[in-house]
């Protein structure tokens, strides 16, 4: 099967072209979603089709017809082959919850992608990466995070590994401008909180000072500004005033994980569009 | 705006056509999706798209075009209006909060719909209805629910009243085989159990007896078989040890009533689509 | 019924000793919750005890001994007959969900409580108190919060209201550190966000910005500080981006309205403490 | 610390009783709940207090006193230390999420338990015991359940393992009487469903076949009855009509290795109470 994604600015005869040229080049289509903002100034228009195209030959003129059309449409596509898993590069500190969340998904076929590499700034989950055989760079924090990321990349090049997008699960440093625009729209994090609410350093410590009845997690994308970046997803808990902050790390712990796997799932199966800092989700 | 909804048995080039057909007449597409059941050997295409018709006529030559392509394709389809409002009859027996939800969300504009008439076994809830000038049909129970469907027949006769669909809100008797098939996939029940859990009488008492650790309500389309027609929607409240059946009925109440309006609203903008006993719901 | 509410520095023995002290007056103990804050240097103890009294002597005396008890323990507690309705002034501005919610769920019994007066900045909700015979006091804002409250306290005296506690269900004004002192503890808001996200002005529009996948609405007590107040309960709703501000609206006002009569129910049921600008609730 | 778990027929002065008697051994209380049945002719205490000790003569002499105590109130009571971990045989078949998360938050803290062996009808999973370093039973099933259990007893005999409670984490065989009467009330089940809806066989398709909008999953204590133990613990998620037998079973999978967990926690911190085949439990 064949994802394709297409956005433009929203505009009559969109669909129709589109799906014309899918059904003169023989393709199936399975399945289909779209979305204008019909809000602001600007309505922007954008799409998600799955379908089957009849040949190599078929794929490779949409490809052609889709480009013709997305350079007067002012429009932008990606056409994705699901039988490729896409390549992560997982960064991790200490804690092991989302890693191994990650890993059990991969392994039952539920999450489909490649782990790469594991990345950290301690050793500690050094026996993880051993036990599924995967190469683990121990990359301890330097005095600015740009000197440790070009230890990093170069680890990446020695190895001779292709990454196609990155996971930040449960990593605890800052990255650098430098290493989020190498990566650009394609750094997954997880934050430990309802984001906008706890951003920064110890959610959970925030949350039970301020006495909240819920604690959430949020996956979202990384960019420039700490905690940012637009939201992919979120999900929450209940607390009460008997848990302490260990009985809430712990039920957060739940739902990091689960709220991260879910975005990465998003992100494989090319579900997720990005516009004017927020997500579009096709599901 | 206009909601077409279609489905037929799939094929290729199903999107291209109608889209063209669309594109064809400059209507302007504002929201669409499709489905199909890839399971089976039958596979069935659905679709709902919203549009923006150029000018009536090119909402006439549409609609021709459709039934033209539908009649090939063995499709079914259907236009409607969304400035149209459609009519209910309300259905009650003693309990008011599924009544007074469905009146508030109307007040509010939260469900687009006109409420045209009351009917009831009982007449406890006489005054709802006269405070909100709305007419009741005080139909009490005889022998067997033809007689009694009559006599509401004839009032709606008498009263002048055209409807569109039937919301039974916590009416505890069951209908005639041939009310059902006048009013077929337009009768909406909510059944105050997560189905196919507690179906028939005293689902709490049940959920009680039983020990479950959460109840639901399932809103659905009445067909011939008691609780067992298409289900549109579900949701469930979480109860512990120490809620009585009071206090469960109490808590599921909540639930009975937002699952009613949802399915009530999600029917008003025809969001909901049938096949094999099954709903397709478009949100 | 009498609920007993209780709450003193940690130490050993306070759960014998006021067990005792109902036993010897042959009391019947139906419910009971305790809990320690085992946090901070200041341990401190909080217990809820339901029991029926043997006599109105009996009840006297339990009293007297809790009293004597309390001194020697530093302790602060309350009896409560749970036979007599709490008095519950409601404050709205021009939203009447939250209202017809308290309305409707007060009606069904499911709220315990006596609305005795409905008091708004704006006449559109006059309709809504004259059809439940409700006194309706119309108190246009003034340039300041004061002097509309001296107004608003007038009229209290002049209709002979006796006042338990404050209900803020949608009131979107402001309230003045001396009327927030004059029912201290005992005025309940509800804020249309998940604190502490979205504080302030037009919480859904910040959401909808912001891009977030769920919204939710606090209920909480006011202090001085602008929702900043100790929060009794939270609840959300999951929004998409196909949401625009009206759906993120609709969808907002089923929370608030659940989650304000939600803590309404348990304030008066006596389940709340406060401590330490945090709620204890005992279900 | 010191968990006691009471039950006794209901009376006066059952707390006091048995406060007084941890007060006298200088006990100090951390944590109490207790609840009566108020529902049927023969009301039912339970209570779960938290204490710690003085010293082990004050935990023997709270002990003593609790039994003369409860012989003359006909009640049943346990004490336990949480500090010795509760063992656990783990029986799977063929599929490792429950298995994973179980030993996932056994490692991370989360739960407090020995896993002392994995029993399997197939060897597929003795990898992952033999990562873990757990001995790993591999017992096929035979023509009848007793033959292939004496098989299982005999080995537990053999490696010389004491065990306290049984979990079936998606062990697809049912267990025979005398079993399951070895384990009473401490043979804990995840089945794939929102009990009582499907039980048997292939509840995800059933719940595909029926069309529902949530799929659950239920951890119950064993009884001779298939699937129709006492509920522990319950939860759902939500699946739509996209939603193909594949998908509903990897939703369903996160919900029942959460669920088998949250049961399997509650247990271990004897937080449940059983009467009457309904659990009462102390969150």
Redesign the interface.
């Known amino acids: 099967m064949i994802v394709l994604t297409f956005s433009c600015p929203d505009r009559?005869?969109?669909?129709?072209?589109v799906?014309?040229i899918?059904?003169e080049n023989?393709?199936?289509?399975?399945?289909?979603?779209?979305?204008?903002t019909?809000?602001g100034d600007k309505p922007h228009f954008f799409m998600r089709i799955v379908f089957e195209p009849e040949s190599p030959q078929g794929l490779h003129s949409i490809n052609q017809k889709l480009a013709e059309f997305s350079s007067v449409f002012n429009a932008e596509f990606k056409l994705t082959d699901t039988s490729v898993k896409k390549k992560a590069a997982v960064f991790v500190s200490k804690e092991?919850?989302c890693l191994?969340e990650l890993l059990?998904q991969k392994s039952?076929g539920?999450l489909f992608i490649d782990i790469v590499c594991i990345i950290s700034n301690h050793n500690i989950l050094l026996p993880v990466a051993e036990?599924y055989r995967l190469p683990f760079i121990y990359a301890p924090y330097k005095d600015n995070p740009s000197r440790q990321e070009e230890f990093i990349k170069r680890e990446f090049k020695r190895l001779n590994l292709e990454i196609d997008f990155v996971i930040l699960a449960k990593y605890m440093r800052v990255l650098s401008k430098n290493f989020i625009n190498s990566f650009c729209q394609k750094i997954i994090n997880i934050h430990h909180s309802?984001?906008?609410?706890?951003p920064g350093a110890k959610p959970y410590v925030q949350a039970y000072q301020?006495?909240?009845?819920?604690v959430?997690a949020t996956a979202h994308f990384v960019n420039e500004k700490l905690d940012d970046g637009?939201?992919?997803?979120?999900?929450?808990i209940r607390i009460?005033?008997?848990d302490?902050?260990n009985e809430i790390k712990?039920k957060g712990?739940?739902v990091e994980k689960?709220v991260l796997a879910k975005a990465v799932k998003l992100f494989t199966e090319d579900r997720i569009l990005e516009h004017d800092?927020?997500?579009?989700?096709f599901?």
């Open positions: 009559k005869g969109i669909v129709a072209s799906s014309k899918l059904f023989d393709a199936n289509i399975v399945e289909s979603n779209q979305y204008s019909n809000s092991d919850h191994y059990w039952s539920d036990s309802f984001l906008p609410s706890f301020k006495g909240v009845k819920l959430g637009p939201i992919i997803e979120q999900d929450i009460d005033h008997g302490d902050i712990r712990r739940i689960l800092n927020k997500t579009i989700i599901e």
